[in-house]
């Protein structure tokens, strides 16, 4: 069981009583572990076109084979569901201190089934388990409930929902060690609809490792490399994520006004070297990672508060033509103590923002909000992520997010939205390789899950030329096979700043015996993409969906450094599903089923 604790944990939360499994080492190591495993027990276990707030929906919580290994940045872990959001699968990450701690106490995962009466909490102290009230924490925010848990369980790691979770908002994330979130995907909507408020998780196992000498010293060398890289041993550390404001604004793509415009001169306003110069508070590392990127940043009353990430500086920030910090934290602090994903969030007020600048949201219908949807509005951006959060007044419509906010108001085209979900903080028509991944990314509107700002802006692992077409669509997959392996793991993305696929086989191999090569640990992240793509299909959610949004293939960007540009979906789109191995409608073939060992569901193309 090297990388692994052999143990699946199976809570029914109707019948309030829980198994313990043992674990298929052969199907956890095809499937990678965490993304990849829970996706295959989703189409495994849950039925097709179930409703994602049912109780037939499931809601897994999985580790990777290196999550608590001593790797560098082993600190993640996955959340795996049918998304109430885009009705795709949803699987969405998070780092901090809770996945290793769950792992620690001799588990892999969590199944959850079925829906509690009554408001209750999961209690996992190794193998000491139990379902316990919840009443008193329900209508908690995220560190009021960590606060109460920690508390009663002395040493434990809490991962909860807030109250946008509790009230099922389509946006509501799932957070651990009280600011990091699984953010994406209303996946704390799905913890909501079975009343689960909390995991509280305290261990004392080790992860077993296949040769313990050789893990400490690949660990040593891959430490080493992070350090030494300009981004991962520099920037990340200095600024954060938001080391990235200055140098997406500075090449163009960084979107203002909902993706009207994709330059603008405020940006430095709200930058890393800003933050870090007037805000910052001290920096915070997740579990075993050298970059520590995380942010402790001051409010104006004094408090401290985890800092926003780059996605969050911007979607609050310049999506909202808002270029303050005290603003933008404490849209950042209510989203995580409400549990709600800060990119839906910010981007939806957005679309609202033009939505009333079109005419076509009414001022009766936020006149008793006490709000205006005017650009820039510093209040008002506050004041609707508080309404959405807790789906009150005009609150409730945006907390449905910007797709059905647009749709409901004869304009589908404002939202900046693939597959129902909000696109993050990068104008793909300045990043032709990007636009693939938005399109085609099986859990909606992402960046991270096959992040080409890398090759095209960052410059890793090379420099490639990013309004060129050429060799983009293989470029794309592979980061995709890439991300899913990361993922599916247990490790950061951000560790891809400075190492590559070697790098992964080398841990993996180290951790769980010498199991993977190259091209078969790749193969195997594909596995897991087109494992995804198949349960897409089952719901429904075909190649038809692959979309960007109108504006960014029809009207060229109006100003800064990529002026003039559109995205050329169109063209690329036939290339990434021959280099996908699937056929012209974007379907995999029953080859490329067979050569993934996937031919078990066929019966979905
Ligand atoms: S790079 Fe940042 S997000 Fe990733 S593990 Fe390290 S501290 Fe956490």
């Known amino acids: 069981m090297n990388g692994y604790m052999g143990k699946i944990l199976r809570v029914n939360l109707s019948e309030r009583s829980y198994n313990v499994e043992p674990l298929d080492l052969d199907v956890a190591q095809k499937f990678l572990g965490s993304r990849g495993l829970g996706v295959k027990i989703m189409m495994d276990e849950v039925p097709a076109k179930v409703d994602p707030l049912s109780e037939e929906n499931k809601l897994i919580i999985a580790t990777g084979a290196l ?58 102290e190794d193998d000491n388990i139990e379902i316990k009230d919840a009443s008193h924490l329900w209508g908690k ?29 389509l946006m509501a994330s799932i957070m651990n060690d009280v600011d990091r979130a699984a953010g994406r995907g209303g996946v704390g909507a799905v913890m909501g609809s079975k009343n689960l408020k909390a995991i509280v998780v305290k261990g004392s196992k080790k992860v077993p490792l296949y040769d313990e000498e050789r893990t400490k010293n690949v660990s040593r060398e891959k430490v080493r490399t992070l350090l030494d890289d300009p981004t991962a041993g520099e920037g990340l550390p200095t600024y954060g994520s938001a080391v990235l404001v200055n140098i997406i604004n500075e090449s163009g793509i960084m979107p203002v006004r909902n993706f009207q415009e994709s330059y603008t001169e405020e940006a430095d306003r709200i930058s890393g070297e800003t933050m870090t110069e007037d805000y910052l508070v001290r920096k915070i590392a997740c579990f075993r990672c050298p970059i520590a990127c995380g942010r402790i940043v001051k ?43 800060t990119i839906s969030a910010g981007a939806t007020i957005a679309a609202a923002m033009e939505l009333y600048e079109k005419g076509l949201i009414k001022d009766e219908e936020i006149e ?95 420099k490639i030329d990013r309004f060129s077409l050429e060799g983009k669509a293989a470029y ?37 015996g010498d199991i993977y090569s190259n091209d078969t640990l790749l193969e195997a992240g594909s596995r897991v993409w087109n494992l995804e793509k198949l349960f897409n299909l089952r719901e429904g959610i075909d190649s038809s969906h692959d979309k960007l949004p109108k504006r960014l293939l029809e009207e060229p960007i109006k100003n800064g450094p990529s002026k003039g540009y559109v995205h050329h979906l169109e063209e690329l789109l036939p290339e990434y599903y021959e280099v996908r191995g699937w056929n012209e409608e974007g379907i995999p073939t029953i080859e490329t089923l067979e050569k993934l060992g996937l031919e078990e569901y066929k019966k979905y193309i």
Not at 154 to 164: D, H, R, S, T, W
Not at 408 to 414: D, I, L, Q, S, Y
């Open 368 to 462: 008793a909000d006490g709000l205006s949807l005017n650009w820039g509005d510093e209040e008002a951006v506050v004041g609707w992520t508080k309404k959405m959060a807790t789906r009150e007044g005009f609150g409730d419509k945006l907390s449905k997010g910007s797709h059905r906010l647009a749709e409901e108001h004869g304009a589908p085209e404002v939202s900046m939205t693939v597959k129902k979900q909000e696109l993050p903080a990068y104008d793909p028509r300045g990043v032709q390789g990007h636009g693939i991944t938005y399109a085609v990314n099986n859990r909606g509107g992402c960046h991270i899950k096959g992040y080409m700002i890398s090759p095209e802006i960052l410059g890793y692992p090379e």
């Open 476 to 512: 794309a997959k592979t980061f995709h096979d890439l991300a899913a392996v990361i993922d599916s793991i247990g490790l950061c993305m951000f560790s891809t700043f400075g190492l590559n696929l070697p790098d992964y086989v080398d841990m993996y191999n180290a951790v769980c």
């Open 299 to 341: 409010m104006p009353d004094g408090t401290e508060v985890g800092g926003p990430e780059y996605e969050t500086i911007w979607s609050f920030g310049a999506d909202c033509d808002v270029y303050d910090y005290d603003v933008i934290n404490e849209c950042n602090r209510i989203c995580n103590e409400y549990g709600f994903d």
């Open 141 to 169: 925010t995220s560190s009021e409930t960590t606060e109460t848990l920690e508390k009663e369980i002395e040493g434990g790691k809490v991962l909860c929902i807030g109250p946008a979770g509790e009230k099922l908002s």
């Open 67 to 124: 999550t608590g290994a001593p790797v560098p940045t082993s600190g993640r872990y996955m959340v795996i569901t049918k998304s109430p959001l885009t009705g795709a699968i949803a699987v969405a990450n998070s780092g901090g201190q809770w996945g290793p701690k769950f792992k620690a106490t001799g588990h892999d995962l969590i199944i959850f089934e079925g829906k509690s009466d009554k408001p209750v909490y999961l209690s996992i």
